[in-house]
Each structure stands twice: as structure tokens, then as C-alpha cells.
């Protein structure tokens, strides 16, 4: 295989993945955290439009943010008249696509994780005087970091992968906007079979590491909690 | 001190409706499961609020229908949960001066110790909660609930999760504590014995009201005779 690769595609597949994820996270966390406390009208609305990603065909949603995003699109329109700025066919428009598509995987882990934190372990520190965001910080994210860190590398993993969105909003520019995936499509259909190889191997054995990895870090710790509850017992 | 309480609230099967004070005392609510004793902690303790009415600890008020309730955090009221939610990641020391607001050098302050000698935890400071018995957990939650220095105490079926053993030397260590410190305690239970043990008064409650009471008068010279 031939190492001179141009490794523009993995520097950008994960600037692109990175960035998104990091959105991600923090968007994805706080809203989940918002909706597992509040209830009010038309919560289950706006969580299925949250969800929507995740079962839409991504050229769908990729369609839906070009028109939000492009020349005569609501945000798009903005974006233009403000700051003379476009993100159809850059790398910022690749992250848009890939944070709206990873979305889902970050909000659902972030929920599942919340809803399952004893809501009185909250409430006894808010008895001993904490405020609600120490509350946050010493309470409820150690113990949701479990599931939200899994939401965390699924998000990112999801986010490398992204393909059909992308394309509908960055398109494929060599050096701006071609991530691993665009790279793949694109070397086949150019008849590059060993370029695409060589990206197919490469994204198949990150794929692989990071499942294999979360599958051992969340049975290690599942394990460290029972053990915890059967040691020392008296 | 005094704790008034007069409230009302929609719960889903009936009406809770109670009205009573509470001076330096043991208070038991003893009644069926369902009966809407925790409710009256959690609306004490700002967890949940009443419809209307009112609840003042000191003349102070928590709760003033109309009026922007007193949120959990500054009501100073220690609270121990029926399962003892104590914080399964921190270890028993970080537990207990969890309410503390200067941490440095906080577990070796005289009120800290005292909790720790009477309650007989010492050794477990740097264990996880996973780590330790149902009758330690019990101990550590007390310790921490009132590490405080609450001006009132609220137990929530704070021992039926133990065996008879371990329950009695925790009902004795409950008395000890009140006879230290003073400082009125609210106790749900449904179980009889335990509020005849522990209760200067006995509130019997059905369907959200108080239904009859029962001054234990036994218990009225003996905490009185303590103190003084």
C-alpha cells in the first residue's frame, strides 16, 4: 500500500468530527438534562424533532439544511446579509451536517443516563445547602458520566461516518470539504481503489477499537459497582 | 423552636389537609403507606409545595401561599431519606462535609467528631457507601444530615431497612443524638413499636389527615428528665 497518502481527509474528517462532537456534547447534554426536569406543552414535540436524525435518510436532513442554510434559507439569508459568510461547501457546513446527524445518539445516551440518576441523591444535596449547579457538577454528572461518555463516542463515531448530509451541504472539494467518507466515494468512483481501500481499512479499524473499547470500559465499570456493593459487607 | 404547619394539597387520591406544631420534640407520623406522611416532609423540606396554607419554622416563614417559597437550599433542615441517598461516588468523609461550606479542615471540627464518636463511624471515613452495612449507611446519612447543623430533622422510614438488631441500637442512637442536641425531629414510620419507642407524640394519619394523636407521656419525663 502507499504511505504518500494525502492525509488532507483525516485531519479534516476529524477537525470536522471533533468540532461536532464538542457541540454535540454540551447542546445534547443540557437539553436532555432540561427535558428529563421540566415537563411543559409540547415537550414530546420537540423531543421527536430531536430524535428525527436518526431516522431519516441523512440526504433528507442534508436536503432540509440546505434549505435552511443556503443562499435563500432563513439562516443562510442571516448569515449572508450579517457577516458575508456562507457555509454551503465549506468545512463548517460539514459540521452543521454531522452535529445535526450525531445529535440524536448524544441526546438519548444524555436522557437514558439523567433519568436514571435517584432523583433523592439531588435532593439530599440540596437539603445540605448546595446550590443547583454544584448540584450538577458534584452529583449529577460524575454519576450520569457513564452513559454520557458513551454518548460522547458515539456521537463522535457517528459524526466521522457522516456521509449523505454532508454531501448535500459541503459537497466534495478536494482540501475543504473532503472528509474520509466523501474521500471513499469519491476514490471509487475515480477507479482509486487502493486510496478507497486504504481509508475503508483505516475508518473499519477506528469503528472497531472504539465499540471494542466501550463495550470493555462500561463492563469494567458495571463491574467495579458490584464489587463495591459485595466487599466489606459486615 | 417551633414548626407550624397548616397546608393543603391535591394529592391523587385524596385531599391532604393537616394542621400542627411541632415544639422540641419527637414527632412520629405513623399511618399506612400512602398516606401522604412523606409528602409532609418533602413540602417541609421544599422538595414539593402545598396548594395553600402555610409553614413557619420560628416565625420564620418557608411557605406563604402567594409568596415565592423559601427554596430547599436555605431552609437549613437536615432530611435523611428513607433509602439514605447517600452519594455512591464520594467516599463516607466527603459525604459528611458535603454541606459544609469551608471543607478544609472540616471533618476534624468538634461538632464533626462528636457525630462521628457517637454514631461510631470513624473507621469508615474513607469507604464508598457500596462498601458499608445497611446499619453504617444509616449512621452516615444521620451523621451527615445533621453535620449541618439543621434546625430541624426529618427522618423518612429512616430504619425499616434494617434487622431488629441494628434498628434497636439506631433508635437508641437517635435518642442520644435529640438528647445532644436538642433540636425537634419529624419521623414517618408505619411501624407501631418504633413510634411508641421513639415518639414524644404520636400523629395518626389516614388519607392525607391526621386522624388522632397520642402524647407518650412516658417519653415526656424521660427526654424531659434528661435535659435538664
Known amino acids: 500500500m502507499d504511505f504518500n497518502k494525502d492525509f488532507t481527509p483525516l485531519l479534516l474528517s476529524l477537525k470536522v468530527a471533533g468540532i461536532a462532537t464538542i457541540i454535540v456534547f454540551i447542546t445534547g447534554m443540557m437539553l436532555a438534562r432540561l427535558f428529563t426536569k421540566r415537563n411543559f406543552w409540547g415537550k414530546n414535540a420537540f423531543e421527536a424533532l430531536f430524535l428525527l436524525p436518526l431516522v431519516l435518510p441523512p440526504t433528507v436532513v442534508g436536503f432540509g439544511l440546505l434549505i435552511l442554510f443556503g443562499k435563500n434559507g432563513i439562516i443562510g439569508r442571516l448569515l449572508l446579509d450579517w457577516f458575508d459568510f456562507q457555509v454551503i461547501f465549506t468545512w463548517i457546513g460539514a459540521v452543521i451536517a454531522s452535529t445535526v446527524v450525531s445529535f440524536p445518539l448524544m441526546y438519548q445516551s444524555a436522557q437514558a443516563a439523567f433519568s436514571t440518576i435517584d432523583q433523592k441523591l439531588e435532593h439530599a444535596a440540596l437539603t445540605m445547602g448546595a446550590s443547583r449547579w454544584r448540584v450538577f457538577w458534584t452529583i449529577s454528572f460524575p454519576l450520569a458520566w457513564p452513559g454520557l461518555l458513551s454518548g460522547l463516542i458515539l456521537s463522535f463515531a457517528r459524526a466521522l461516518g457522516e456521509f449523505g448530509a454532508t454531501l448535500m451541504l459541503a459537497g466534495y472539494i478536494p482540501g475543504r470539504t473532503n472528509t474520509i467518507p466523501m474521500a471513499i466515494y469519491f476514490a471509487v468512483e475515480a477507479g482509486h481503489m487502493n486510496t478507497a481501500s486504504f481509508w475503508v481499512i483505516f475508518i473499519v479499524l477506528i469503528g472497531f477499537s472504539t465499540i471494542l473499547w466501550l463495550n470493555w470500559w462500561s463492563r469494567n465499570n458495571f463491574r467495579r459497582y458490584a464489587q463495591e456493593s459485595k466487599t466489606d459487607k459486615r | ?228
Not at chain 2, 419554622?57 to 433509602?83: E, M
Not at chain 2, 462535609?97 to 464518636?117: H, M, T
Not at chain 2, 452495612?133 to 422510614?157: I, M, N, Y
Open chain 2, 1 to 228: 423552636m417551633m414548626l407550624h404547619i397548616s397546608v393543603e394539597k391535591k394529592l391523587s387520591h385524596f385531599q391532604l389537609k393537616v394542621d400542627f406544631k411541632i415544639l422540641d420534640e419527637i414527632v412520629v407520623l405513623f399511618g399506612p403507606s400512602g398516606s401522604g406522611k412523606t409528602t409532609i416532609l418533602n413540602m417541609i423540606a421544599g422538595i414539593t409545595h402545598p396548594d395553600s396554607g402555610t409553614i413557619t419554622l420560628n416565625q420564620l416563614p418557608l411557605y406563604l401561599q402567594k409568596a415565592k417559597p423559601v427554596p430547599i437550599q436555605k431552609r437549613n433542615i437536615g432530611y435523611l431519606f428513607q433509602d439514605y441517598a447517600l452519594f455512591p461516588h464520594m467516599t463516607v468523609e466527603k459525604n459528611i462535609i458535603y454541606g459544609i461550606k469551608d471543607k478544609r479542615g472540616a471533618i476534624e471540627s468538634p461538632l464533626i467528631q462528636q457525630l462521628l464518636q457517637v454514631m461510631g463511624i470513624t473507621h469508615l471515613l474513607q469507604k464508598y457507601p457500596g462498601q458499608i452495612s445497611g446499619g453504617e449507611k444509616q449512621r452516615v446519612a444521620l451523621a451527615r444530615a445533621l453535620a449541618t447543623e439543621p434546625k430541624l430533622l426529618l427522618l423518612d422510614e429512616a430504619f425499616s431497612a434494617l434487622d431488629q438488631k441494628t434498628r434497636s441500637e439506631c433508635h437508641d442512637e437517635l435518642i442520644r443524638l435529640y438528647q445532644i442536641w436538642n433540636i425537634p425531629v419529624i419521623l414517618v414510620t408505619h411501624d407501631l413499636e418504633e413510634a411508641k419507642k421513639l415518639g414524644s407524640r404520636i400523629l395518626f394519619m389516614e388519607k392525607g389527615k391526621v386522624i388522632d394523636e397520642l402524647i407518650n407521656k412516658q417519653h415526656v419525663e424521660l427526654y424531659q428528665s434528661n435535659i435538664l
